[in-house]
């Protein structure tokens, strides 16, 4: 079935406008009759935050904003998908056209803004799928509109928490503005507290949800110094390093590229594992990370690994190499513990991250 899709749907997605085909895939996926996946070799087991995750490739936020696919994309082969950006009010994001492929360069370029049917219409989703296998996530933001960003923060988390497995607290997208301030330190500290107060709240009876930091992979390293230190001193349970960037790394397609919004995809994946790694160096162990941006292979998905990350996430290599690339990398990952007499992937989280800390700055 996975084949079948990558041979007859992407030529056609291809030559369609990106939104619509995004629209078509969606489409797709809710009535595609996938069966559930076969287990995953137990070698690509993964713990962290808690949870086990039957294999370490997740499905990055932004494909399934409103969590209408979430259980086809896991019977895809995902070893976790998350949901979102959700809004806590409905809202129509940018006008279009807000997204483009950049072939030549395999990258995206998207400013969407958070277009979301909001927090009650995605916890009736979410709600919905109740006992259903799979870890899941969602991604949570704030309305453009809205004054106080921390109270949408916290209505998201009192409402939704107790629908997923954890909470991804998005500070990184470029297309809201001043979300990204919500980086600096003061109003980070003050953000994480009401976050990690409003989850403790929505856990009474149980085990708090996990929660995790997406951060934005254009911060300086003066910034990610603060932004670590901030995490590590709230006890968050991990971080997404990261978002998509606004800076237009050596590309090809030059026209496109002058295109407001956040790139993703190859040209980000550089970028993406320097700042992968130079987290992993100052989080020393104190909570694991997901590496994300521009994996489209199982050798991307490894360097991750190596460079810090415990779990990966993808979405624009979807775009490019088809839904197929979920067992490829997979398929890799154990050839590459194999060749490296490794036992687990554990054992290859950040083995690199100090030699990829010493490059040179990526161009
Ligand atoms: C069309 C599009 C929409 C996205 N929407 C979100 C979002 O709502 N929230 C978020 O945290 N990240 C969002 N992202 C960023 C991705 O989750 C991911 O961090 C980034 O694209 C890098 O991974 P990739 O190179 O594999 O695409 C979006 C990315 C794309 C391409």
Redesign the pocket.
Known sequence: MIALFDRLARPLLRTLDPETA?ALALHALKFAPLPQPPPDDEKLRVQAFGLTFPNPVGL????D?NAEVTDALLRLGFGFA?A??VTPKPQPGNPRPR?FRLDADEG?I?R?G?NSDGLEAVKRRLAARAGAPGIVGI?I?ANKDTTDRAVDYVACIAALAPHVDFL?V?V??PNTPGLRDLQQASALDDLLARVIEARERAAIGGKPKPLLL?IAPDLTLADLDDVVGIARRHRIDGM?V???TVSRPNLSETAKAKEQG?L??RP??AL?TRMLAETYVRAEGAFPLIG????DSGAAAFTKIKAGASLI?????LIFRGVGLIGAIKKDLLDFLRIGRLDTLADAVGRDAAAVTAEAWPA
């Open positions: 995004h990055a936020a932004g494909f904003k998350e979102g950006g997204l995206v998207n969407f958070f991604n933001g991804t998005n990184s997208s997406k997404i990261g978002n998509t956040g993703s995809g980000l994946f993406s994300a941006g521009g994996v996430q993808l979405y624009s290599g």
